[in-house]
C-alpha cells in the first residue's frame, strides 16, 4: 500500500489567514482526494485532483476557497483560505495505489480558526 | 436522505464479545464496499474491502455485504481494547482508481477490558 505524510498536523490559525496542507506519496499515483472531516460528520470530498489538469470540486466547495496543486504525480496540497471559525475540521488526503485494493487516507491535518 | 447511514453509536463492548457494525445505502450502483478504523487523531485505515455481495474473512474480521438489502456488516470476533476506535464504512460505484467514496458517519467502538 502506499505511504502518505501529510503536513502539517495540526495547526490554529487566525480567522482571515490562510493555510496550506501538504501531501506527499511515496509512488505515483493518478488520482488524489481530499476530504473534511467535521466532528460527528461523514468524511465529505472536497475535491479530486489529477495531475496536470485543475482539480474537480464537490458541490458546496468552490476553487477561490480552496485551492488545489498538483504538479506531479506523487504530491498535492490543499489550500484554506480566508478562514473562518467554520472551517476548524480536519483534512485529510487519500489516494487509491493500485485497482481494486482501497484507498489510503494521510494522517490527516486539525485545523483550529479562532 | 443521506446515501450511506450508519450508527455513530457510541458501543461498549466487554472484552471477547462479538461486535456488530451495520451500514444501510440507498445507491443500487454501490459495488465496492469498505470499512475503515480510525482511531483517535489518526487517519482511517482501511480493513477491509470487498466488491458486489458475500462475505469475506480476515482473522478476526468478517465483512458482509447483502446487495439485495443495501445493508453491509462488519463482525469483530473476540474483541480487544485495542479495538476500541470508530469504525466508518465506505463504498463507491467503481474501481478504486476511478470512484469516489461515500462514507458513514463512523460508529464509536469502545472495548473495556
Same mark, same amino acid.
Given at each position: !500500500?502506499?505511504? %502518505? =505524510?501529510?503536513?502539517?498536523?495540526?495547526?490554529?490559525?487566525?480567522?482571515?489567514?490562510?493555510?496550506?496542507?501538504?501531501?506527499?506519496?511515496?509512488?505515483?499515483?493518478?488520482?488524489?482526494f481530499?476530504?473534511?472531516?467535521?466532528?460527528?460528520?461523514?468524511?465529505?470530498?472536497?475535491?479530486?485532483?489529477?495531475q496536470?489538469s485543475?482539480?474537480?470540486?464537490e458541490?458546496?466547495?468552490?476553487?477561490?476557497?480552496?485551492?488545489?496543486?498538483?504538479?506531479?504525480?506523487?504530491f498535492?496540497?490543499?489550500?484554506? =483560505?480566508?478562514?473562518?471559525? +467554520?472551517?476548524?475540521?480536519?483534512?485529510?488526503?487519500?489516494?487509491?495505489?493500485?485497482?481494486?485494493y482501497?484507498?489510503?487516507?494521510?494522517?490527516?491535518?486539525?485545523l483550529?480558526?479562532? | 436522505?443521506?446515501?450511506?447511514?450508519?450508527d455513530p453509536?457510541?458501543?461498549?463492548?466487554?472484552?471477547?464479545?462479538?461486535?456488530s457494525?451495520?451500514?444501510?445505502? =440507498?445507491?443500487?450502483?454501490?459495488?465496492?464496499?469498505m470499512?475503515?478504523?480510525?482511531?483517535?487523531?489518526?487517519?482511517? +485505515?482501511?480493513?477491509?474491502?470487498?466488491?458486489? !455481495?458475500?462475505?469475506?474473512?480476515?482473522?478476526?474480521?468478517t465483512?458482509q455485504?447483502d446487495?439485495?438489502?443495501?445493508? %453491509? !456488516?462488519?463482525? %469483530?470476533?473476540? !474483541?480487544?481494547? =485495542?479495538?476500541?476506535?470508530?469504525?466508518?464504512?465506505?463504498?463507491?460505484?467503481r474501481?478504486?482508481?476511478l470512484?469516489?467514496?461515500?462514507?458513514?458517519?463512523?460508529?464509536q467502538?469502545?472495548?473495556?477490558?
Amino acid at each position: !500500500s502506499a505511504v %502518505i =505524510s501529510q503536513k502539517p498536523s495540526r495547526d490554529i490559525c487566525q480567522r482571515g489567514t490562510s493555510l496550506t496542507i501538504q501531501c506527499q506519496v511515496d509512488s505515483q499515483v493518478t488520482m488524489m482526494f481530499w476530504y473534511r472531516q467535521q466532528p460527528g460528520q461523514s468524511l465529505t470530498l472536497i475535491a479530486t485532483a489529477n495531475q496536470g489538469s485543475e482539480a474537480t470540486y464537490e458541490s458546496g466547495f468552490v476553487i477561490d476557497k480552496f485551492p488545489i496543486s498538483r504538479p506531479n504525480l506523487t504530491f498535492s496540497t490543499l489550500t484554506v =483560505s480566508n478562514m473562518s471559525p +467554520e472551517d476548524s475540521s480536519i483534512y485529510l488526503c487519500s489516494v487509491a495505489p493500485a485497482p481494486n485494493y482501497g484507498y489510503t487516507f494521510g494522517s490527516g491535518t486539525r485545523l483550529t480558526v479562532v | 436522505q443521506k446515501e450511506v447511514e450508519q450508527d455513530p453509536g457510541p458501543l461498549s463492548v466487554p472484552e471477547g464479545a462479538i461486535v456488530s457494525l451495520n451500514c444501510t445505502y =440507498s445507491n443500487s450502483a454501490f459495488q465496492y464496499f469498505m470499512w475503515y478504523r480510525q482511531y483517535s487523531r489518526k487517519g482511517p +485505515e482501511l480493513l477491509m474491502y470487498t466488491y458486489s !455481495s458475500g462475505n469475506k474473512e480476515d482473522g478476526r474480521f468478517t465483512a458482509q455485504v447483502d446487495k439485495s438489502s443495501k445493508y %453491509i !456488516s462488519l463482525f %469483530i470476533r473476540d !474483541s480487544q481494547p =485495542s479495538d476500541s476506535a470508530t469504525y466508518l464504512c465506505a463504498m463507491s460505484e467503481r474501481g478504486s482508481t476511478l470512484g469516489r467514496l461515500y462514507f458513514g458517519r463512523g460508529t464509536q467502538l469502545t472495548v473495556w477490558p
